[in-house]
């Protein structure tokens, strides 16, 4: 394992809707993630290149659904 100076190698676990999961894998409701907290997409190694491709997917996963929740909050 070597030290990566772009891209974090571990963090916060995520799910295809970019929720933040627990311990135990359930999501925690109305909390997302994305880009470099993030690390259990690609494990202990990453594809090159795939930083700045996990950051702008899970990115805009995370604020559309963020968005959803923030719209809810205001009905």
Not at 41 to 68: M, P, S, W, Y
Request: hydrophobic share 40%; proline share 4%; glycine share 14%.
């Amino acid at each position: 394992m070597y030290p990566w100076i772009h891209y974090t190698l571990g963090g916060l676990s995520i799910n295809t809707d970019a929720n933040c999961l627990t311990t135990s894998g359930q999501p925690v409701p109305n909390l997302f993630a994305a880009g470099q907290i993030t690390g259990n997409v690609h494990g202990e190694n990453r594809l090159g290149g795939c930083g700045l491709t996990d950051a702008f997917v899970f990115g805009r996963i995370a604020g559309q659904n963020a968005a959803k929740f923030a719209k809810s909050l205001a009905q």
